[in-house]
């Protein structure tokens, strides 16, 4: 027997549905297993979450099942979960995701809340042998707090890890963790969790050419939508049981043919899903065009569709949401999906007067309006206008915009007074308006994403016509020293 065994760990993170990249990945993982085996060496194929994302419309139809197809088809052997399975599926749903999964799914902290057990579907580590080489695999997946509301208790990872690794440790000779935690995190597991060898990474999308080395702990990470597949490198040295040797590297997914049968399975796929979802939904009288940087009676319209959702007095939401027009005639779920691809939900929050009219007064300044989002669940560029309902607001154009006035449902804004007012969830995340994130009460309407709130709303013709009435009025600029317009009961 030879003094050294190889390891070979095949790894993808964060793929998002991106079904086009997949066949190519299927012959990479291909090619270079029968590689490594044929030179009697071992390799693991995993991957690391968010590999679905329902802006795809197979995943959207199928609620991921066609993307555990895929991985079945890839020859993947375990997986963790990202917060793109865990939050954007209802729990009905998942729980039946992966039925004929072919491979293990490992998540160590989330239990489901009926049972306060692991959920059916997976387990909370998994033990891989080699011949004599034992092999301890770990998953956690980022803890948002939207899983209490959608029926699973989540867990902050680094104590169920430290728990874990210490029952582990002595038992087993290598310890993987498949994280969906993102990069700083993994940083400072890493650092604070002893007897981690490798940690596989996904959410924060950085890509790690040759991974990271954060104490005696090998972070990697392959970027993101499949562009390249990670390849860890792990030498065991049997005698002196420790690791002689690891390094890591990424494959360019581009540089492989694809796999043609997965890719006709894929449009097989693509054709059934498309089937399913062009069912028309409403009948529109008018187009619903959008427009990133002014007012729309689309924008408007999901804004008051929001404000119904939710029970709300107001309703606000950024026009960066709405990707592509709603033409008028027959409207399909598939052109929904096409306009609002988000995993984004409604929510509510108490607000006073003063913390509304802030986050007004800073949603319409260029800098915010053209800014670039990323992440919280945005597929879109840009922030864009802030559209609103249950408001008339008043404002100087100017290049730094400044509101003059502001009624809710017909009355003069009380700054003292508290609001309820009907929101999006990203808002809560990405900490873009911090007077939002000061109010109370915040409540998150789970687990229906916007364009299934838009389904609903869409066939309310009064809510229709009244979102082609405008909510922003322009005033002329007077110039400096101009004293701003109170209404009564608007103190500062």
Request: hydrophobic share 40%; proline share 5%; with cysteine.
């Amino acid at each position: 027997m030879a003094d050294t065994c190889t390891l070979h760990l095949l790894h993808t993170n964060d793929l998002h549905s991106h079904f086009e990249k997949m066949p190519q990945i299927a012959t990479c993982l291909k090619t270079r297993r029968e590689q490594w085996e044929s030179q009697q060496e071992h390799v693991l194929t995993v991957d690391i979450g968010d590999h679905m994302d329902r802006m795809d419309v197979r995943s959207e139809a199928s609620f991921g099942k066609t993307n555990v197809s895929v991985l079945n088809r890839c020859g993947y052997q375990y997986a963790t979960i990202g917060n793109n399975e865990g939050i954007t599926l209802p729990k009905s749903k998942l729980d039946s995701m992966y039925e004929q999964a072919g491979f293990t799914v490992i998540v160590g902290n989330l239990l489901d809340r009926a049972t306060m057990a692991p959920p059916a579907w997976a387990v909370p580590y998994a033990i891989h042998t080699f011949g004599e080489l034992r092999i301890a695999l770990l998953g956690m997946t980022i803890p948002f707090s939207s899983y209490q509301n959608m029926g699973w208790e989540i867990r902050e990872p680094l104590p169920v890890l430290r728990e874990q690794v210490a029952a582990l440790r002595s038992s087993v000779d290598i310890v993987i963790l498949l994280s969906h935690l993102g990069y700083p995190t993994d940083c400072r597991l890493a650092q604070e969790v002893e007897g981690l060898d490798v940690i596989l990474g996904g959410h924060t999308h950085h890509t790690l050419p040759h991974g990271e080395r954060v104490g005696n702990t090998l972070i990697a990470q392959t970027g993101r939508f499949g562009e390249h597949v990670g390849h860890i490198r792990l030498v065991w040295d049997r005698a002196a049981k420790q690791i002689a040797d690891v390094s890591a590297e990424l494959f360019e997914t581009g540089q492989y043919e694809p796999d043609q049968r997965l890719l006709a399975f894929l449009q097989k796929e693509h054709e059934r899903a498309h089937a399913s979802l062009i069912r028309p939904i409403a009948r529109l009288e008018r187009d619903l065009r959008v427009n990133w940087t002014e007012e729309t009676p689309f924008g408007s319209f999901l804004a008051a569709s929001i404000r119904k959702w939710t029970g709300a007095e107001v309703g606000i939401a950024n026009g960066g949401l709405l990707l592509s027009d709603l033409q008028r005639g027959s409207l399909t779920f598939a052109q929904l999906l096409k306009s609002v691809p988000h995993p984004i939900n409604a929510c509510a929050v108490t607000l006073t007067g003063s913390q509304l009219a802030a986050v007004l007064e800073q949603a319409i300044q260029p800098q915010i309006v053209h800014r670039e989002l990323r992440g919280c669940g945005f597929r879109g560029k840009i922030e864009g206008w802030m559209a609103v309902d249950g408001l008339r607001i008043r404002y100087e154009d100017s290049e730094e915009p400044h509101i003059v006035a502001i009624e809710v449902n017909g009355q003069p804004l009380a700054r003292e007074r508290e609001y309820r007012v009907g929101t999006v969830d990203m808002f809560m995340y990405n900490r873009l308006f911090p007077d939002l994130l000061q109010g109370r009460e915040i409540e998150y309407f789970l687990p229906e994403m916007l364009r299934e709130v838009i389904a609903s709303t869409i066939t309310d013709t009064a809510l229709v016509q009244n979102a082609f009435l405008p909510r922003w009025e322009k005033v002329p600029s007077p110039g400096s020293g101009h004293a701003i317009e109170r209404s009564k009961g608007d103190e500062r």
